[in-house]
């Protein structure tokens, strides 16, 4: 169950720290006051999506904190154990949003996805919001309110994994089947194209190489006559060349290095670059001896870059990648050469998928058949008693048209409910006024609820549309509720307010620039004439105060 809330600056609520207990919990207050902001608060700490319309005014960032105690959470406890995020009986969660609208989450102090929050707490809390009874309306909460029913989320799974396999091969065979329609002919292309490839030698290709010989051959001449004139300014010529006047140098200089000592070294210098030079001579007219015309190497070369450059123009890619593109059309043909025998497992798996969904898809509609008798029973006993003597609740489970596997299996299903006696079961959206909605919602919530393993679960204006009797019914419905689990309830009415066990209020407070809201614990007195006010409005008079005593005294004796 939840034990505290600890919220600060986030949007109306400067700082609050509530601890909270078990039983049914109500949260009152005049309209504005800011009872949405706490519901707002538990939705962000529980995964919602953050923005920075959530940070109060003037402030860096908002956080919120759950203290949760795991002894009635079983579920709960055991998702932190496999996310090595357990630590003991307690859960703690924090959500901080910032001025940015970037938010952070921690699990017991560690961080943990959006996703990780949002898996774990639907283990702790189950929230039903104030517009259920429109969604009420839609076919998929229907469905999914009479599986939450029947307990058949596991067969769901199955039948939900069965479906996705099925619908993987299915597509992999459509577009292998419609491939094989023009397979001859791309199979014809690829060959012609992967021989010509291979006339390249990719396995030895080595483009930039290729290049840099043919620009070396091509710049032939210019080389030679080149290093022929650098070989005789440096060595061989008898009159100027480099080395005759290093040498020059080096005899000068050596004749006054005996009267200046400082000069011997300038001289090694030298003589260390005359070997260089006639070093680098040597090496330069090897080099030159070596080059050799050769026409017919320089047309091959020509030609292979020639072919070269024309396929990569052709497959529209890099010379360099040539190997890799030969690499992809031989997958290519290998796949189209298999194509046969992977036709073949596509339609023996197919097969296989689609019996097994049928099974499953039959065992699922036979849960949901079975579920919708007990469910409708309930429902119509239930709406009965919140002011609809005559009603009846129906929930038909019929075959769905086509045969094609579908992730929620091939039942339509769809509430019915008929107001009056005589007249034949419509949909809720042809028949039910807001009223009479809002209560068959309430009943639905309320018997769907009551054998869950939720610890905590929240009730935001859900007995809106009800009044004098009947919303007192609907207190002691969610009393009942609470005896096993946590219950809180945001509600604008006396009669379900005074059947709670604990009596929250939410007041404004306009003392600074801007305006914040708070939440307190009534005692006694306090709770009386909250109730008081919820019963009369801005002028209470002792009539109105001793309504509300009975009201609670009648409520804490039903008890």
């Not at 939900?160 to 397979?183: M, T």
């Not at 046969?340 to 058949?369: C, D, F, N, P």
């Not at 393993?453 to 009947?470: A, C, K, L, R, W």
């Amino acid at each position: 169950m939840l034990l505290n809330l600890n919220i600060i600056d986030l949007a109306v609520v400067k700082s609050l720290d509530l601890d909270l207990e078990q039983g049914m919990s109500v949260l009152t207050g005049e309209t504005g006051a800011g009872k949405s902001i706490l519901l707002t608060a538990l939705g962000l700490a529980l995964g919602d999506r953050a923005d920075s319309g959530y940070v109060r005014p003037n402030c860096k960032r908002a956080e919120i904190n759950l203290e949760f105690d795991l002894s009635d959470a079983p579920q709960a406890h055991e998702w932190l154990k496999e996310n090595d995020l357990d630590d003991g009986q307690a859960c703690l969660i924090r959500r901080i949003v910032s001025e940015d609208g970037r938010s952070r989450a921690y699990v017991n102090n560690r961080p943990v996805t959006l996703q990780s929050l949002q898996e774990l707490s639907e283990k702790l809390v189950e929230i039903h919001g104030q517009h259920a009874h429109l969604t009420l309306l839609h076919a998929e909460e229907q469905r999914r309110l009479l599986d939450a029913f029947a307990k058949s989320q596991p067969l769901l799974d199955n039948l939900n994994d069965c479906c996705r396999q099925w619908q993987q091969a299915h597509r992999e065979l459509a577009s292998l089947k419609k491939a094989a329609a023009d397979r001859t002919e791309r199979e014809e292309l690829l060959k012609y194209q992967i021989e010509e490839l291979k006339q390249l030698d990719l396995a030895n290709f080595n483009y930039p190489a290729l290049l840099e010989e043919h620009s070396k051959r091509a710049h032939l001449e210019q080389i030679l006559s080149t290093g022929q004139r650098q070989i005789d300014l440096l060595y061989e010529n008898d009159q100027q060349s480099l080395l005759r006047m290093l040498n020059h140098s080096v005899g000068e200089l050596n004749s006054i290095a005996r009267f200046a000592p400082e000069l011997t070294e300038i001289c090694s210098l030298l003589s260390e670059a005359q070997i260089q030079i006639e070093e680098a001579s040597l090496q330069l007219r090897r080099f030159l001896e070596a080059q050799e015309a050769d026409p017919e190497r320089m047309e091959t070369l020509e030609n292979q870059i020639g072919v070269i450059q024309n396929l990569s123009r052709k497959h529209h890619i890099a010379p360099e990648e040539l190997p890799q593109w030969l690499e992809k059309l031989e997958d290519e043909l290998d796949g189209i050469s298999h194509s046969g025998e992977r036709i073949e497992a596509l339609e023996t798996a197919t097969k296989t998928l689609l019996t097994e969904y049928r099974q499953l898809a039959g065992q699922l509609s036979e849960k949901r058949k079975e579920a919708a008798g007990k469910l409708e029973h309930q429902i119509s006993s239930m709406i009965k008693e919140l002011g609809m003597p005559q009603g009846e609740f129906l929930v038909t489970v019929s075959p769905l048209p086509g045969e094609e596997p579908k992730p929620y299996g091939t039942d339509k299903i769809e509430f019915l409910v008929s107001a009056n006696p005589g007249l034949p079961a419509k949909p809720l959206a042809k028949v039910a006024s807001g009223g009479e909605l809002s209560r068959i919602s309430l009943a639905i919530q309320v018997t769907t609820s009551s054998d869950k393993t939720t610890p905590t679960m929240i009730f935001d204006e859900v007995d809106s549309g009800i009044g004098g009797g009947i919303a007192e019914i609907v207190g002691q419905k969610l009393r009942s509720l609470s005896r096993n689990r946590q219950v809180m309830c945001v509600t604008h009415l006396p009669q379900v307010a005074s059947q709670a066990h604990h009596h929250l209020y939410v007041e404004k407070n306009h003392k600074t620039d801007i305006t914040s809201s708070n939440v307190r614990k009534l005692n006694g007195e306090e709770r009386v004439e909250e109730i008081a006010r919820m019963l009369g409005g801005v002028h209470i008079t002792a009539n109105t105060l001793a309504h509300a005593k009975e009201m609670l005294f009648h409520s804490a004796s039903g008890s």
